[in-house]
């Protein structure tokens, strides 16, 4: 609703401006009053657009956003074994370095990469 109203005053604005404009050139003393009259009230118009656009960008604006997440395959967990010994590997043991999964068997010290089972 501000935004229309701002839109109607400055076109009101610039056409009490450009009246005023015309007025003035005219000449006359009669016409330079009109003009000048002309020209306060379209700048009282701009000022008074400028201060109800002022006041409309300092509200807060309320969003809703509903976000539902899903996975492309099945979760399940996944529990990891060493390649080597087979011993189970805790998440202490799992790094994250440069994106991937290193592990490192905390029985027989071995490390491996994780590398992920395509989902199709």
Not at 13 to 25: K, N
Not at 51 to 79: H, M, W
Request: proline share 4%; aromatic share 8%.
């Amino acid at each position: 609703m501000i935004k229309a109203i701002a839109f109607l005053a400055i076109f009101g604005s610039l056409v009490f401006l450009g009246t005023g404009g015309i007025f003035i050139i005219a000449g006359g003393s009669d016409n330079v009053l009109i003009g000048g009259a002309s020209i306060g009230i379209g700048l009282l118009l701009l000022l008074i657009t400028y201060f109800l656009v002022r006041e409309e960008a300092k509200r807060p604006i309320k969003q809703n956003i509903n976000v539902t997440l899903s996975g492309s395959g099945e979760f399940r967990q996944r529990v990891i074994q060493c390649p080597k010994c087979g011993a189970p590997v805790k998440d202490e043991n799992v790094k994250m370095i440069d994106g991937g999964l290193l592990i490192t068997c905390p029985f027989c010290e071995n490390v491996w990469t994780l590398e992920e089972e395509p989902k199709w």
